[in-house]
């Protein structure tokens, strides 16, 4: 093969794959690749592409516009040994699909002696490589257009360093939309590794737990927990995990009292009251302990069901925002969105968040 067509999701030959034996034939030395969106599961398969194939090194021009990259991806991409750039638009968006594989990088960021071009519609996603229908131009040796290259350097050399400042901003304007996207927005613009996202509880049973969230717990601003489990008499205690509780410990941290006490907010009825919030060692959960007269304590001690979810209290008020949520709308949105992100977890008696 010289040059080719290549269409992927129609019940043929899934984009990863061809680009994998493209690669594995031509055996490159370095691989350059620029893409609009990167998610973690399109960075792990390019790096089994790489070990395959036997290439030693790795560039990567990632889009940030729409913050739709996984911020993870990008930190997995360069702990794996990439070097990464942050794709630049001056007028539009940042939107190239190009991979150029060949034997050594320029000074000018361009490949000499390509061995293998992709250009077309792939993003650097799970969608892209696997299950979306792409179509693209695949070439190889003499077939491969020397432009290919030039258009790469061109790219790399006009690209933004991707710095840890540059890094981290992007790691919480990417948190910040992803909060007020629902999840099948998540899902519809690609930013799920999935195409399917369980919205209930009950229902993450039979869902496989998430290898790597798309951000990291220290951007997230809301945890959430079942309330199959908990405990206490006079106080409802709830528990959180470690990974949701240290995201509520962040919201606290300069207004938490020495006893633990803390003032959250009850937008159902308009109140605020002080509660004390702890970790204990014993379990290793954060325990948030909770007026009986709070809504929805009643119904959730009778059901073991719904979830607690905490925000942040409204700007100058208290600092916690507490809703406790039967199954419904609220519960599918806010489960739906952690299972898209992967910012999930369980335990052996509740499922658990954040975002």
């Avoid at 490159?28 to 390019?46: H, L, M």
């Avoid at 208290?318 to 039967?326: I, K, T, V």
Wanted: with cysteine; aromatic share 10%.
């Amino acid at each position: 093969m010289t040059q080719q067509i290549i269409l992927s999701g129609t019940g043929k030959d899934e984009h990863g794959s061809s680009l994998c034996s493209s690669l594995v034939r031509t055996r490159p030395r370095v691989v350059g690749i620029a893409a609009a969106f990167v998610s973690i599961e399109g960075v792990r398969n390019i790096l089994e592409y790489l070990r395959r194939c036997g290439s030693h090194e790795c560039r990567l021009i990632a889009g940030t516009d729409h913050a739709i990259t996984h911020p993870a991806a990008l930190y997995l991409a360069r702990d794996s040994g990439w070097t990464i750039r942050l794709g630049r638009s001056f007028h539009g968006i940042f939107h190239p699909k190009l991979l150029v594989a060949g034997q050594k990088f320029t000074r000018n960021g361009s490949i000499y002696h390509p061995c293998c071009v992709y250009v077309g519609s792939s993003n650097l996603t799970r969608g892209g490589l696997s299950t979306n229908i792409e179509c693209g131009l695949l070439a190889e040796a003499e077939g491969c257009p020397t432009s290919g290259a030039e258009a790469f350097g061109e790219l790399w050399t006009s690209a933004d360093q991707a710095t840890d400042d540059a890094l981290r901003h992007y790691a919480a304007r990417f948190a910040d939309s992803a909060r007020r996207r629902s999840a099948l927005e998540l899902v519809d613009l690609g930013i799920s590794d999935s195409h399917f996202v369980e919205t209930s509880p009950s229902g993450l049973q039979s869902v496989s737990l998430p290898t790597s969230p798309a951000l990291a717990d220290e951007f997230a601003v809301s945890a959430w927990t079942g309330l199959q489990s908990f405990t206490g008499g006079y106080r409802f205690q709830i528990e959180f995990p470690k990974n949701a509780g240290k995201v509520i410990s962040r919201l606290i941290r300069t207004s938490v009292q020495p006893d633990g006490s803390v003032e959250v907010y009850c937008p159902d009825d308009g109140s605020t009251q002080t509660m004390k919030y702890r970790f204990y060692d014993n379990n290793g959960m954060f325990r948030l302990n909770v007026p009986n007269d709070w809504p929805g304590v009643a119904w959730a001690r009778s059901h073991h069901d719904g979830i607690a979810i905490v925000e942040p209290g409204p700007h100058g008020g208290a600092q916690l925002r507490l809703r406790l949520l039967r199954p419904g709308g609220d519960v599918a949105d806010i489960v739906g969105r952690s299972v898209a992100l992967g910012t999930w977890g369980k335990t052996t008696t509740r499922y658990y968040g954040w975002f």
